[in-house]
């Protein structure tokens, strides 16, 4: 329950900080005076969107922060799964600059709006009179019906299921157009693979060419060059073999009768048996060379290709060309596999949204249980609320394509008149009636979920008499059961039922405007309400209805 309220530098208030009772309370103030202030404080409390706008004139930051006891709720689970520590008493805390950073506290520990959003959802109901458009929104009656027939768990597995058949439905739709692309490309994708692989590259190939056609090029040039070498080698007259043996012959004739003469003999006779074996390489090398001009072609033709493919292909080398290869190999095997993939994904999705469908009739089975009941409670609670004749109906109607609320589709019917035609709620029903049809549906919601607080601006618009009275019963009773219900109105019969009873009202200076707000005694109280009834001017006879109304 909210148990207290500290507001500075918002809006028209510069420092607000009020304390609340359990139960029942009520607020009351002039229009202008700054009840809708605060409703926009408690709003940044519960995730909204900040408006730098509202930031009092001048000053750097505003700051809003509530205390609520959670003791009685249970709500350890919320902290320990966003890692928050938990208190009985729970300080939501927000701050927001002039720059227009913001930022968000729970306990004190930083915290995201997102986890203050679903924090705030579970401490306070805000009931704004824009909320009664709500009453013709199918979400909203669909919610009714879910929160009425405890379908939480449900609806999680419904979720859970519906957003994984969406996840699987398009990945399918990507799949199916990557592969619809694909498919268009394959022809071209195919005739590159297949002129790559008529090629039949190898790897080092074009290094290989490329030597053998410069050698093929210069073959007469090289066999005569060897041709060459070999003549000076081993010419019988000025050939270097012929010479040097003579000289080898001459050492060791020397060396039996000089002994130094020995070592240069073999010295000269392993040069000698060196040369020999070049000689013989040379004359080999020379024998292998054969212009071939078929096979410097062939080679030309060859490297011609490479070339050319290498240049179609935008690419510098042959190992290029090969990656190139495998890549086309890899693609035309993924459009293969495409079909595949699609026919496993087809499954999955249709399994998936077989389960949604059996899961939505689970949600639809408990709806139409709750329908009955929800129409009985309703037109109880409307009776005493000025509706004698009220008939009311769920209308569930012919089912549509899962959605995110189920495959129901509802509508609440709705007449005043005992002869009248049930029509849609919002197109029948006055300002007035969908108060009191709203009210009495927060009523029946209140009974099914432990919510903390609930606020009430203004729902009594419209109503007044007899019928505000029994309005302040029923938002007595909400208050009566463990929780906590404030009224912002304007009606006297409803601000006197208050257990507690706050006013906000303004004061002017010369250079500046200040909203304030705080509880009544009961001799204040007194006149508040007689100003209710009979406008500025107090009266012995509305100070003496004040009085009743009060029962004091």
């Known amino acids: 329950m909210l148990r207290s309220l500290y507001i500075q530098n918002y809006a028209l208030i510069e420092k607000l900080d009020i304390s609340f009772d359990t139960g029942f309370s009520v607020i009351t103030g002039e229009t202008g005076a700054g009840k809708s202030i605060i409703l926009g404080a408690?709003?940044?409390?519960?995730?909204?969107?900040?408006?730098?706008?509202?930031?009092?004139?001048?000053?750097?930051?505003?700051?809003?922060?509530?205390?609520?006891?959670?003791?009685?709720?249970?709500?350890?689970?919320?902290?320990?799964?966003?890692?928050?520590?938990?208190?009985?008493?729970?300080?939501?805390?927000?701050?927001?600059?002039?720059?227009?950073?913001?930022?968000?506290?729970?306990?004190?520990?930083?915290?995201?709006?997102?986890?203050?959003?679903?924090?705030?959802?579970?401490?306070?109901?805000?009931?704004?009179?824009?909320q009664n458009l709500l009453?013709?929104?199918e979400g909203f009656q669909l919610n009714v019906l879910d929160i009425l027939a405890h379908n939480d768990a449900a609806l999680d597995t419904y979720h859970s299921l519906y957003a994984e058949w969406k996840q699987i439905d398009k990945q399918l739709a990507e799949l199916i157009e990557l592969s619809e692309q694909s498919r268009a490309d394959e022809d071209y994708i195919r005739f590159q693979l297949e002129q790559l692989e008529?090629?039949?590259?190898?790897?080092?190939?074009?290094?290989?060419?490329?030597?053998?056609?410069?050698?093929?090029?210069?073959?007469e040039e090289i066999r005569a060059g060897f041709y060459h070498v070999e003549q000076a080698l081993s010419a019988d007259e000025g050939g270097i073999l012929p010479s040097f043996k003579d000289s080898l012959n001459t050492l060791n004739n020397l060396q039996k009768i000089y002994q130094p003469?020995?070592?240069?003999?073999?010295?000269?006779?392993?040069?000698?048996?060196?040369?020999?074996?070049?000689?013989?390489?040379?004359?080999?090398?020379?024998?292998?060379?054969?212009?071939?001009?078929?096979?410097?072609?062939?080679?030309?033709?060859?490297?011609?290709?490479?070339?050319?493919?290498?240049?179609?292909?935008?690419?510098?080398?042959?190992?290029?060309?090969?990656?190139?290869?495998?890549?086309?190999?890899?693609?035309?095997?993924?459009?293969?596999?495409?079909?595949?993939?699609?026919?496993?994904?087809?499954?999955?999705?249709?399994?998936?949204?077989?389960?949604?469908?059996?899961?939505?009739?689970?949600?639809t089975q408990a709806r139409v249980r709750t329908a009955g009941e929800v129409e009985k409670q309703l037109a109880a609670?409307?009776?005493?609320?000025?509706?004698?004749?009220?008939?009311?109906?769920?209308?569930?109607?012919?089912?549509?394509?899962?959605?995110?609320?189920?495959e129901d589709t509802v509508s609440f019917l709705f007449s005043a008149n005992k002869n009248g035609a049930l029509q849609s709620i919002a197109s029948v029903a006055s300002g007035g009636e969908i108060a009191r049809v709203m009210l009495s549906i927060k009523a029946m919601i209140a009974g099914a979920v432990k919510l903390p607080t609930i606020v009430f601006d203004e729902i009594d618009t419209g109503v007044s008499g007899e019928i505000a009275d029994r309005m302040a019963d029923i938002m007595q009773e909400m208050g009566e059961q463990d929780r906590q219900v404030i009224s912002i109105t304007h009606l006297p019969q409803i601000a006197a039922r208050g257990h507690a009873h706050y006013m906000v009202y303004k004061i002017d200076s010369d250079t500046e405007t200040n909203s304030h707000i705080r509880r009544l005694t009961d001799q204040e109280r007194i006149e508040e309400v007689a100003h209710m009834l009979s406008g500025a001017t107090l009266t012995e006879a509305a100070l003496s209805n004040a009085k009743a109304l009060l029962k004091l």
Do not use: W
């Open 42 to 130: 408690i709003g940044l409390l519960l995730g909204q969107r900040a408006d730098m706008k509202a930031i009092r004139r001048g000053a750097a930051k505003c700051i809003i922060e509530a205390r609520f006891d959670i003791s009685a709720y249970g709500m350890e689970e919320f902290f320990e799964n966003n890692e928050l520590e938990y208190e009985p008493e729970c300080i939501l805390r927000r701050e927001v600059q002039a720059s227009g950073k913001s930022r968000a506290f729970i306990n004190d520990t930083p915290a995201s709006l997102t986890q203050m959003k679903e924090l705030g959802e579970q401490l306070v109901d805000v009931h704004s009179q824009h």
């Open 135 to 137: 009453l013709n929104k």
């Open 198 to 219: 008529e090629a039949a590259l190898t790897e080092g190939e074009q290094d290989e060419l490329e030597l053998e056609t410069e050698t093929l090029t210069h073959a």
């Open 261 to 363: 003469a020995r070592e240069l003999a073999a010295r000269m006779d392993s040069i000698y048996i060196e040369l020999k074996d070049i000689l013989h390489e040379v004359a080999l090398q020379g024998e292998s060379i054969e212009f071939n001009p078929t096979r410097l072609e062939e080679a030309n033709d060859r490297l011609n290709l490479i070339y050319s493919l290498q240049q179609k292909h935008r690419v510098q080398t042959l190992a290029e060309l090969l990656a190139l290869t495998e890549e086309y190999r890899g693609k035309l095997s993924a459009i293969t596999s495409y079909d595949e993939r699609i026919a496993e994904l087809t499954t999955l999705k249709e399994t998936l949204y077989k389960k949604v469908k059996q899961q939505a009739e689970v949600l």
């Open 381 to 406: 609670r409307l009776i005493p609320l000025g509706m004698p004749n009220v008939r009311f109906q769920v209308e569930m109607g012919l089912k549509k394509e899962p959605g995110t609320h189920g």
